[in-house]
């Protein structure tokens, strides 16, 4: 067996020396009690209290199995098949882009708004992340999810099943699609890496990811940006906010995009790291 013998400490330290190449400690702390919560329903006390139990043979082929996808750069919240993001617990896999700290800091910055929102439009929803979230945080509010991926909106569909939040998720290609609806918010985290940057990036980003999600052409790295604001111009309500996540080394050329009569006091927000990737603009 790849273990000494059965015990949990065996297996953890198997665990342990196994990704120590890969993680630092503390991440493979955290991984570890998120598996034995995940696959054998432990609370944080039974992981430091239960180290002389013993895994049966089936429970160490369980670890090893995730031992081995991550060896193989797979990213841990897909093995685990869930993430957890601004209060809520929503499923994840390779449909669509993993969740990201900086947009839970998009939703915070609307939160600090104290505004009574009642009608978002989620643009390039994905898992439905940002969607969900916003109808959680403004529950008497009207909330729609577009994306162009018919696996990503299947994924935003569960996602609101296991949440019981009613969203409506639309599959439409943004660059195209047009709505008579209005809305008082416009949110959107859209594909904004350029192509030449894929080499630059991590394997368990760049291997498991939607590409649809990520990447946009060199030439044109504002895309969907362009878009977003020409739909916004059109569908936000007057004084209604648009609110968007950036890629940091764009954010004043993505700026100037807002920095139209249609728009007022558009700025770029700073994340917890100090990068710039938000804007926050007002519709005149």
Not at 58 to 87: C, H, T, W
Not at 90 to 110: F, G, H, M, Y
Not at 156 to 173: S, W, Y
Request: hydrophobic residues 45%; negative net charge; aromatic residues 10%.
């Amino acid at each position: 067996m790849f273990v000494a013998d059965n015990r949990v400490a065996s297996a953890k330290l198997y665990f342990f020396e196994a990704l120590a190449d890969l993680f630092s400690n503390s991440e493979c702390k955290s991984m570890w009690t998120s598996v034995l919560n995940a696959y054998f329903g432990w609370s944080s006390s039974d992981v430091l209290l239960n180290n002389n139990e013993r895994f049966s043979e089936s429970d160490l082929l369980r670890i090893r199995s995730v031992v081995k996808r991550l060896q193989a750069n797979e990213p841990f919240q897909y093995i685990m098949g869930e993430v957890y993001f601004a209060d809520l617990h929503l499923k994840i896999d390779q449909r669509a882009l993993i969740p990201r700290p900086e947009t839970e800091e998009l939703i915070s910055l609307l939160l600090k708004l104290d505004l009574p929102f009642e009608s978002i439009l989620d643009l390039c929803t994905g898992s439905g992340c940002i969607a969900l979230a916003l109808q959680k945080k403004f529950p008497n509010a009207k909330v729609v999810g577009v994306d162009l991926s018919l696996d990503a909106i299947a994924l935003a569909r569960e996602n609101a099943l296991q949440t019981k939040l009613d969203v409506e998720f639309v599959m439409e290609d943004i660059l195209t699609w047009q709505t008579t609806q209005t809305f008082d918010l416009l949110v959107s985290n859209p594909p904004y890496i350029p192509e030449q940057e894929a080499q630059l990036m991590a394997a368990n980003v760049l291997d498991f990811e939607p590409h649809m999600a990520l990447f946009v052409p060199d030439h044109d790295p504002l895309l969907f940006y362009k878009r977003i604001v020409a739909i916004a111009q059109v569908s936000l309500e007057s004084r209604g906010y648009l609110a968007l996540e950036i890629h940091e080394d764009l954010a004043a050329q993505t700026l100037a995009l807002l920095q139209t009569e249609a728009f007022e006091n558009p700025r770029i927000y700073r994340d917890l790291q100090g990068k710039e990737r938000m804007i926050l603009a007002q519709k005149a």
